[in-house]
């Protein structure tokens, strides 16, 4: 197993531009995820997905759009990109349900992309 | 809201020396929590973990144990390696009916060990 793989690992991008990154999980998880780190910010949450098709927003949604289409990919879109969404990404994703089990509830992350906005 | 409150670093340590970092929280309900940890240029890594109180969770010679009355999950460890070199997170996740499993991570710590 990969386990989960993002791509790119390292972008530079000028203000206005867009962009994909793309998260694949190999785990069969049901619940993916979207986080940025920064200095001293710890991880925040963008968006996540509870399952195919679907998506919700997290703490910090704004500026960032996701699909998840397929089971195994999330992705995160970035229409007009900003300075401020420099930051490092990591996506993550866990085995989910609706039915609390313990040992389930384990996030599983990727190895980030850094994203540098000039 | 939940929260997550750990000691700011960064802590440098002598190789052997004992390790405490704090961590405390603000959650309704019974959270799970978790220690995960991040080697330089590398993704978070599930280093512990806990679902209950009086749980105590341990890895790699570091432990921690879920204190309901005092709502901290501090991590420790007897005797620290160079290799133990990271940023440590401490965080949780909320018991959720729905089972969302969303985490909130409290800001980390960067441990240097110096041989």
């Known amino acids: 197993n990969a386990g989960v793989t993002q791509t790119p690992k390292f972008r530079v991008l000028k203000t206005g531009q867009s962009m994909t990154l793309l998260c694949a999980q190999d785990m069969n998880h049901e619940y993916m995820y979207w986080y940025r780190q920064d200095p001293g910010m710890g991880l925040r949450l963008i968006h996540y997905s509870v399952g195919e098709g679907t998506t919700a927003k997290g703490e910090v949604p704004d500026g960032y759009n996701v699909s998840r289409l397929k089971k195994q990919n999330f992705l995160l879109g970035l229409e007009s990109a900003a300075p401020s969404q420099t930051s490092v990404y990591f996506c993550a994703s866990i085995v989910g349900g609706r039915r609390r089990v313990s040992g389930q509830e384990t996030q599983y992350f990727g190895p980030g992309t850094r994203l540098l906005v000039l | 809201g939940n929260s997550v409150t750990q000691m700011e670093g960064p802590v440098t340590l002598s190789e052997e020396a004992f390790l405490t970092i704090n961590c405390t929280y603000t959650?309704?309900?019974?959270?799970?929590l978790f220690w995960y940890v991040q080697y330089p240029g590398e993704g978070l890594q599930l280093l512990l973990k806990?679902?209950?109180?009086?749980d105590k969770g341990s890895n790699k010679g570091f432990e921690a144990t879920y204190r309901k009355e005092t709502t901290s999950f501090h991590l420790e460890k007897g005797s620290v390696q160079v290799s133990d070199s990271a940023v440590y997170f401490c965080a949780l996740t909320p018991y959720s009916g729905a089972g969302s499993y969303q985490l909130t991570f409290g800001k980390g710590t960067k441990l240097s060990v110096i041989p």
């Open positions: 806990a679902t209950k109180a009086d």
């Open positions: 959650a309704t309900g019974y959270p799970s």
